[in-house]
């Protein structure tokens, strides 16, 4: 058979939600997703609507021979499909608020923005990430950096239970201490599909937080600034100072058309009156072109970094750091500031604090020595502005992070997902593959090979 599911005359009627073939009406509407570089070009997708769907459509696989690649909203999506079977998640949305023990349980389809606004009713919150657009399931299996990450730790290590269907067409229900549990948190959808999971929550309804956006003449300022402040702040603050050009179009508000800034953006678990002394410092760098701290809701946190919320192509790299000193700021500003000419979004966050702590979960998320990680989005052709600026921060890097690895397909080879874990981690992962997935079905992400211990 290949990966040819087309060829089959196999009857597909075991199936509750839609199945779809190259040329049929609806293929092209469920292929798509928000990365718009890449798109699955699947033989066969098959429209999940529950767990059964699933189970059947990995043994269907399983008997053909086709890898599987797996979509809720495609922010993800690096290495795709030519052929093959795709699972369409992104019917499965069910959300069940539990207050008492504090969790949420989730379909494989659910996002972001939905899960806060279901928790926020019950006076609780998700660790979820800055965009509300991206998929609850596919966050926690990278491990899920959230805007309030150095205060709670990695989103993934507050799951409690997971739902997957492996290669064997088997439906596990993992718990901490399970081999698969830590395994699959932390390695993007390489041992199986999910349907579901259930996750802890916090007892958090407002944040103090926004932006602070500083014009082309105090960016370096600003980052300086931003470095120094970062040493002294306590755990309960999360931020990220982000440089880019706005280009020069219609589409962007005119104050900001043309300008390069810089973008401190800042979440602060506590009172609003302690978040007003702590950024004191950074309002001290001078005139801001915008200044929206205050505090807010948790339900309107995603205006803390107000990420792109139309479907777009884009890629991206990172280089993890264990300080950032004011050597690597005036390195990274040669190649990336507003007089650099680079085409890029250099995003700098400040990691440590809970993140720092290895939880009891054992999730596979390591370098956990980062104190910043760097983050460069460029547009997917643009390798060269993303290698250059990796290149100038490897005297100090200590490895990236897969989390933070958007797009560019070609790039993900198995270097570069072996240099995303320690040795002995990427050898457990390896060892565990083999059993679980000899055929590596699972290999659209960046694939930990069965072979490759």
Do not use: C
């Not at 491990?143 to 492996?166: D, K, P, Q, S």
Request: glycine content about 12%.
């Amino acid at each position: 058979m290949g990966n040819n599911a087309a060829q089959t005359t196999e009857k597909l009627d075991v199936f509750t939600g839609p199945v779809f073939r190259p040329g049929d009406e609806g293929y092209d509407a469920e292929i798509a997703g928000f990365q718009t570089a890449y798109t699955h070009r699947p033989a066969l997708v098959v429209g999940a609507v529950h767990a059964e769907d699933v189970r059947a459509a990995v043994e269907y696989a399983g008997r053909h021979d086709l890898p599987i690649a797996v979509q809720a909203t495609g922010h993800g999506l690096s290495v795709a499909t030519d052929g093959g079977l795709l699972i369409s998640t992104r019917r499965m949305t069910g959300i069940r608020i539990d207050p008492a023990r504090r969790t949420a349980y989730v379909g494989a389809g659910v996002r972001a923005g939905a899960l806060v606004e279901a928790a926020a009713e019950h006076g609780l919150a998700p660790l979820n990430g800055s965009s509300p657009s991206v998929g609850v399931v596919g966050y926690l299996l990278g491990g899920g950096v959230g805007l309030l990450a150095r205060r709670f730790g990695y989103a993934a290590e507050h799951v409690r239970t997971i739902e997957l269907v492996t290669a064997d067409g088997r439906v596990r229900t993992l718990t901490p201490g399970d081999e698969l549990f830590g395994a699959a948190l932390g390695s993007g959808g390489n041992f199986g599909v999910v349907t579901a999971l259930e996750v802890g929550l916090v007892p958090v309804t407002t944040v103090y937080g926004g932006q602070l956006l500083f014009d082309t003449p105090l960016v370096e300022r600003a980052l300086e600034a931003w470095r120094r402040w970062t040493a002294t702040v306590p755990d309960e603050v999360t931020s990220t100072v982000t440089m880019l050009a706005f280009p020069d179009i219609p589409q962007v508000p005119a104050p900001l058309r043309g300008r390069y800034v810089a973008s401190v953006r800042i979440a602060y678990n506590g009172p609003a009156e302690e978040g007003e002394r702590l950024v004191a410092p950074l309002r001290a760098v001078g005139e801001r072109l915008k200044d929206d701290l205050r505090a807010m809701p948790y339900t309107e946190s995603h205006t803390i970094h107000s990420d792109p919320d139309h479907p777009h192509a884009y890629a991206a790299t990172n280089a993890l750091l264990g300080e950032f000193s004011g050597e690597m700021a005036a390195a990274l500003l040669r190649v990336a500031g507003p007089d650099s000419g680079a085409g890029a979004v250099v995003d700098v966050r400040h990691l440590g604090g809970a993140l720092a702590r290895t939880g009891d979960a054992g999730i596979a998320v390591d370098h956990r020595d980062a104190g910043y990680i760097v983050r460069i989005i460029t547009d997917p052709a643009d390798t060269a502005t993303r290698a250059g600026i990796r290149a100038a921060l490897t005297p100090w890097t200590l490895g990236h992070s897969l989390n933070f690895l958007y797009g560019a397909g070609d790039e993900a080879d198995e270097a570069q997902t072996r240099t995303g874990y320690r040795p002995d981690t990427y050898a457990r992962l390896a060892a565990l593959k083999a059993r679980h997935d000899p055929r590596n079905l699972f290999r659209f992400n960046r694939n930990i090979r069965p072979d490759a211990g």
